[in-house]
């Protein structure tokens, strides 16, 4: 009796098998369309107003480290103060 519980058991776990790969292949197609890059540009325009940036825009991140060793621009010096100032509250906050 125990080979036959055993037989019933193997063909349930047979057919959970086959549903779970079916499963996994549904799954895995509904990623592939999420990750649609055509899907995504017209979410990006239509849904969420973005535009491609300007050549102006675009920053690498050499320049960035750059600007962060050498704020000698007032605007990097004060976006820095800026993050400087909202950090010091939450530490203060959490010394006291």
Do not use: C, W
């Not at 349930?12 to 996994?24: D, G, I, P, W, Y």
């Amino acid at each position: 009796s125990q080979a036959i519980q055993l037989g019933f058991e193997y063909s349930r776990m047979v057919r959970q098998n086959k549903v779970l790969k079916a499963e996994n292949f549904r799954l895995s197609l509904s990623v592939a369309k999420l990750r649609d890059l055509q899907r995504l540009h017209r979410i990006a325009k239509q849904e969420l107003g973005m535009q491609q940036p300007h050549a102006s825009h675009i920053v690498s991140e050499l320049q960035v480290k750059q600007m962060l060793r050498t704020p000698s621009k007032p605007s990097l010096s004060l976006a820095q103060a800026k993050t400087r100032n909202k950090l010091s509250p939450t530490r203060r906050d959490s010394d006291g």
